[in-house]
């Protein structure tokens, strides 16, 4: 069983579309996240929710918008897709309690035309 | 805000040779440091972690790593590179204070020479 997955794992897509990458985590973690890593590797957070309320918002347009349904599941939605948004999107999870390892999906690629 | 550097993008041994990749942080907070290895178009793997206690950590694959507070450096070690090594490694920092989130240096990519 994949502890976290992500879904799709590639996307291509227009600019100007709406797209939307989904996450889901079987290991009963508390937190989740967001990361981006942009062309030059450089991994930065983007949001992350505990228990479905946001707890981490960076500096991200506000035409992403995260949506926790429920403490396993943080989807990333997309307005607008701006040629700059092509990236590899990481969601990852954690316990709240304790170091809060964080444990990484697989990615998703978008790549913006 | 806490920081982090990893000293050299590129990192080139010998198979066999000793793997040395550079990590020094900036944290106001007593920090919690990780190792992630990130293998071509894969995701992250935690390779190893330094919360609190020992300081010298051992992680996977056969690395470690020691929490050198005096010197803020966390740099990752392996005594014999393998040809399996070869992939970016990232060094972060989580502040439990600031809703965990990890900052990440900026990678080094490690390259093993048959």
């Known amino acids: 069983d994949t502890a976290v997955s992500q879904t799709p794992k590639y996307l291509v897509t227009q600019m100007g579309n709406d797209k939307s990458i989904k996450c889901e985590q079987n290991?009963?973690?508390?937190?989740m996240y967001w990361y981006k890593q942009d062309s030059k590797k450089f991994l930065k957070i983007m949001f992350s929710?505990?228990?479905?309320?946001?707890?981490i918002n960076e500096t991200v347009p506000n035409r992403f918008s995260p949506k926790s349904p429920d403490k396993a599941h943080l989807n990333l939605h997309i307005n607008s897709l701006e040629l700059g948004d092509s990236a590899v999107y990481f969601c990852?999870?954690?316990?709240?309690?304790?170091?809060?390892?964080?444990?990484f999906g697989p990615g998703t690629r978008l790549l913006v035309l | 805000a806490q920081s982090v550097t990893q000293l050299g993008s590129h990192v080139s041994v010998s198979e066999g040779a000793l793997v040395l990749l550079r990590c020094n942080y900036s944290?106001?907070?007593?920090?919690?440091l990780f190792w992630y290895v990130q293998y071509p178009n894969q995701g992250l793997q935690l390779l190893l972690k330094?919360?609190?206690?020992?300081?010298l950590v051992k992680g996977i694959n056969g690395f470690e790593a020691e929490f050198k507070k005096s010197e803020t450096s966390f740099h990752l070690t392996k005594p014999s590179a393998h040809m399996s090594d070869a992939a970016e490694y990232f060094c972060?920092?989580?502040?439990?204070?600031?809703?965990?989130?990890?900052?990440f240096g900026a990678g080094t990519i490690l390259r093993v020479k048959s």
């Open positions: 929710y505990n228990n479905k309320e946001l707890i």
């Open positions: 944290s106001s907070v007593p920090p919690y």
């Open positions: 990852a999870s954690s316990q709240e309690a304790g170091e809060g390892t964080q444990y």
């Open positions: 972060a920092v989580s502040d439990k204070a600031d809703g965990n989130k990890l900052v």
């Open positions: 290991l009963g973690h508390d937190t």
């Open positions: 330094y919360t609190t206690g020992a300081t």
